[in-house]
Nanobody, 127 residues
Framework: QAQLVESGGGLVQAGDSLRLSCAAS????????MGWFRQAPGKEREFVAA????????YYAESVKGRFTCSRDNAKNTVYLQMSSLKPEDTAVYYC????????????????????WGQGTQVTVSS
């Protein structure tokens, strides 16, 4: 089972960009579809983005569509979340998650679909 470690969070101003990384310790990273979720204080965890095993399919929450881009490098066992035009409402702890699947282009976007989670990285956007 993969272990996930997020990095790249920090404090930025509205309009800035930030790139999160999630490194997976597994020899079969290309068997996992990957997702990004976030949880703001006092709110439930919510879906942000997901990318298929092959990287050919992505899916985004409406709130981040056009501003965030999810990508992966299977050779480096890493998935990325490039965040642009950040807003104060993007402030949250961001988590990456993994789910093994035999389907190369499958996408899942609910919390219960993912079996492995990272510890999270804080992103704070000031106005």
């Amino acid at each position: 089972q993969a272990q996930l470690v997020e990095s790249g969070g920090g404090l930025v101003q509205a309009g800035d960009s930030l790139r999160l990384s999630c490194a997976a310790s597994t020899l079969t990273f290309n068997m996992y579809l990957m997702g990004w979720f976030r949880q703001a204080p006092g709110k439930e965890r919510e879906f942000v983005a997901a990318i298929s095993r092959s990287g050919t399919a992505t899916y985004y929450a409406e709130s981040v569509k056009g501003r965030f881009t999810c990508s992966r490098d299977n050779a480096k066992n890493t998935v990325y979340l490039q965040m642009s035009s950040l807003k104060p409402e993007d402030t949250a702890v961001y988590y990456c998650a993994a789910r093994s699947t035999t389907l190369r282009s499958a996408i899942y976007y609910t919390i219960s679909d993912y079996k492995t989670w990272g510890q999270g990285t804080q992103v704070t956007v000031s106005s």
